[in-house]
């Protein structure tokens, strides 16, 4: 169960209660002090081992199996619109090769920014596939014949929003702005589009509809949210490989002690990859990177991405395990494409 204001107010309201209609004993009912989550749980694209990522209903399952935080990485349409998915392109969890044959650039590809979001909304989420049209994850979700739709950020936290409501629930956003240099280079500012929705569905910096989290690889998206927006959401630099070509930006060396005390100008998190923190398993337990020490010396709160119950690391017997251990090891949070398996 997670603490809300009015649960914690109608706990003291009972304890006092209580005490006050107890005999003459001089003993005084203790209040049970409330204990808040040391560790959050944050459903990556949703509940993404189980539906398609990032559909509604990935979202509301990752709710209903009680995730702290819920993701949504963003991309833009042609339109300007920010919607919910993850990659630059279409082709990998969509069926836009059957819907728009032709609509793909010179490189074969179909990319999101290139559709209106009317148009994306006639095609259908798929489970992610390989180059070749394989399920990455052949035991998750493959029905194609079952419809999921793209949604767009503000139906996202309208979704959650109303979900707290009905439930009294607290449940957080963790949004990612994506690939901010490449949409500039399109001629389009993503961090804008998403400070604006932001705005109007009720996140500013007097106020936040619910817990909230910023995460971008990019160092100068991070750095204009309270620059340009002054806005002082908790803000989340995203590390990741050199090879990954996410940005020009050299991550190894933002992995060292020097590195990592130059986020703390700007960032309140550090969102590391589980390949650069676990080193492996020696006689059962873990063996960790220098990264996490580094983190803490400068007083960076870590997040771990991503836990996967169907691609754990040799030497890892489960989910639960390897959760287990981060926390032990001071990580802070997870993101998890199975947020029940705690």
Same mark, same amino acid.
């Given at each position: 169960?997670?603490?809300?204001?009015?649960?914690?107010?109608?706990?003291?309201?009972?304890?006092?209660?209580?005490?006050?209609?107890?005999?003459?004993?001089?003993?005084?009912?203790?209040?049970?002090?409330?204990?808040?989550?040391?560790?959050?749980?944050?459903?990556?694209?949703?509940?993404?081992?189980?539906? $398609? /990522?990032?559909? +509604?209903?990935?979202? *509301?399952?990752?709710?209903?199996?009680?995730?702290?935080?819920?993701?949504?990485? @963003? %991309?833009?349409?042609?339109?300007?619109?920010?919607?919910?998915?993850?990659?630059?392109?279409?082709?990998?969890?969509?069926?836009?090769?059957?819907?728009?044959?032709?609509?793909?650039?010179?490189?074969?590809?179909?990319?999101?920014?290139?559709?209106?979001?009317?148009?994306?909304?006639?095609?259908?989420?798929?489970?992610?596939?390989?180059?070749?049209?394989?399920?990455?994850? $052949? /035991?998750?979700? +493959?029905?194609?014949? *079952?419809?999921?739709?793209?949604?767009?950020?503000?139906?996202?936290?309208?979704? @959650? %929003?109303?979900?707290?409501?009905?439930?009294?629930?607290?449940?957080?956003?963790?949004?990612?702005?994506?690939?901010?240099?490449?949409?500039?280079?399109?001629?389009?500012?993503?961090?804008?589009?998403?400070?604006?929705?932001?705005?109007?569905?009720?996140?500013?910096?007097?106020?936040?509809?619910?817990?909230?989290?910023?995460?971008?690889?990019?160092?100068?998206?991070?750095?204009?949210?309270?620059?340009?927006?002054?806005?002082?959401?908790?803000?989340?630099?995203?590390?990741?490989?050199?090879?990954?070509?996410?940005?020009?930006?050299?991550?190894?060396?933002?992995?060292?002690?020097?590195?990592?005390?130059?986020?703390?100008?700007?960032?309140?998190?550090?969102?590391?990859?589980?390949?650069?923190?676990?080193?492996?398993?020696?006689?059962?337990?873990?063996?960790?990177?220098?990264?996490?020490?580094?983190?803490?010396?400068?007083?960076?709160?870590?997040?771990?991405?991503?836990?996967?119950?169907?691609?754990?690391?040799?030497?890892?017997?489960?989910?639960?395990?390897?959760?287990?251990?981060?926390?032990?090891?001071?990580?802070?949070?997870?993101?998890?494409?199975?947020?029940?398996?705690?």
């Amino acid at each position: 169960m997670k603490w809300t204001l009015g649960v914690a107010v109608g706990a003291l309201a009972w304890s006092l209660t209580t005490w006050a209609q107890a005999d003459n004993s001089t003993e005084q009912l203790a209040v049970e002090p409330i204990k808040l989550p040391t560790f959050i749980d944050i459903a990556h694209r949703g509940a993404s081992g189980y539906l $398609p /990522e990032h559909s +509604q209903a990935a979202t *509301v399952m990752a709710y209903a199996l009680g995730a702290d935080y819920i993701e949504q990485d @963003i %991309q833009l349409s042609r339109d300007g619109k920010a919607v919910v998915l993850h990659d630059v392109q279409l082709d990998a969890i969509s069926n836009v090769k059957e819907v728009f044959p032709e609509r793909h650039r010179p490189d074969g590809s179909y990319y999101v920014v290139d559709f209106t979001l009317n148009h994306l909304k006639q095609l259908k989420l798929t489970s992610r596939k390989e180059s070749d049209g394989q399920p990455r994850y $052949p /035991e998750r979700f +493959q029905n194609d014949q *079952v419809e999921f739709k793209i949604q767009t950020l503000a139906e996202s936290l309208n979704l @959650i %929003q109303e979900l707290n409501r009905v439930r009294g629930e607290d449940t957080g956003v963790y949004i990612e702005v994506k690939a901010a240099r490449w949409y500039r280079d399109q001629d389009y500012d993503p961090l804008a589009v998403v400070m604006n929705v932001l705005n109007k569905n009720g996140y500013s910096d007097k106020q936040q509809a619910t817990p909230i989290y910023l995460q971008s690889f990019d160092p100068e998206t991070l750095r204009r949210v309270k620059r340009e927006f002054h806005c002082d959401f908790p803000l989340v630099q995203l590390i990741a490989d050199n090879s990954w070509a996410e940005t020009p930006v050299d991550y190894d060396a933002l992995r060292t002690y020097a590195g990592m005390e130059s986020l703390t100008s700007y960032a309140d998190h550090v969102g590391l990859w589980l390949g650069h923190v676990l080193k492996g398993v020696k006689d059962g337990q873990p063996e960790w990177t220098d990264v996490l020490d580094n983190a803490k010396k400068v007083g960076l709160k870590v997040h771990v991405y991503t836990l996967r119950a169907d691609q754990l690391p040799e030497g890892v017997e489960s989910l639960k395990q390897l959760r287990g251990w981060l926390k032990e090891a001071g990580v802070e949070g997870v993101f998890s494409d199975f947020p029940d398996q705690k």
